[in-house]
């Protein structure tokens, strides 16, 4: 596809469960980023990653978060023994690493932690 | 303390009026960009400014960066509903590194 896309759309889970979510950047895109949005707010930063090198994790907000990215391409965000403070919207981006880069965005994975 | 800082946080006006939504930081960008987002989906790029001091039009809203590229201000003549949204500003310090953003302003436009 032309886009970021990301799975699933929307999420339900049981405190206490893991969840897996999934993005799928733009082809070529060297940069990934993952975003929390609560309710009616902001953009948290969770994590980054350009390329090979190292990501920059210092958004993550507890050792619970972790997430992977293959080479440049498919990207994992995982959330173990989730709570119910993880309930979110869950936004991906990925961009081409250039001068002025944009942000190209996915529809989000809204997570509901019961 | 976030890296940039977003003024108002909030604004409810009726449409027809004019508005400015402030984007502050003490540190410098090399630039910095400026999204909506729409309920349900993901923020879009309205645009990027990049010299200090630029302007740059888009319909009806003026952005503006800074002499010093470390502020940038968003202004909107004559609001619509269809301006309802969250605005987003982020900088980016450097060629591929991360962009940083502000906490938002929401906007309602009221009919």
């Known amino acids: 596809g032309a886009g970021v896309s990301q799975s699933p759309s929307n999420k339900v889970t049981e405190k206490g469960k893991d969840v897996e979510l999934r993005c799928d950047p733009i082809s070529g895109h060297t940069a990934l980023y993952w975003y929390r949005q609560r309710l009616g707010q902001g953009l948290e930063f969770l994590i980054y990653?350009?390329?090979?090198?190292?990501?920059?994790k210092s958004g993550l907000p507890s050792d619970r978060f972790s997430a992977e990215r293959t080479g440049e391409s498919v990207s994992t965000l995982t959330i173990q023994r989730t709570q119910q403070e993880d309930s979110a919207v869950y936004l991906c981006?990925?961009?081409?690493?250039?001068?002025?880069?944009?942000?190209?965005f996915g529809p989000g994975t809204r997570l509901t932690v019961l | 303390t976030q890296l940039l800082e977003q003024s108002p946080q909030f604004l409810s006006i009726q449409e027809g009026e004019n508005l400015t939504v402030y984007c502050n930081s003490s540190s410098v960008f090399s630039s910095l960009q400026w999204y909506r987002q729409e309920p349900g989906e993901g923020p879009v790029l309205l645009v990027t400014?990049?010299?200090?001091?630029e302007v740059k039009k888009l319909k009806r809203l003026t952005f503006q960066f800074g002499d010093a590229r470390k502020d940038s201000s968003l202004h909107i003549t004559a609001a619509q509903p269809g301006d309802t949204g969250l605005y987003l500003c982020?900088?980016?310090?450097?060629?591929?590194?991360?962009?940083?953003f502000g906490g938002g302003t929401r906007l309602m436009v009221k009919p």
């Open positions: 981006a990925s961009s081409s690493g250039t001068l002025g880069n944009e942000q190209f």
């Open positions: 982020a900088g980016e310090r450097g060629a591929g590194n991360m962009l940083t």
């Open positions: 990653f350009q390329g090979n090198s190292a990501p920059d």
């Open positions: 400014v990049v010299t200090g001091g």
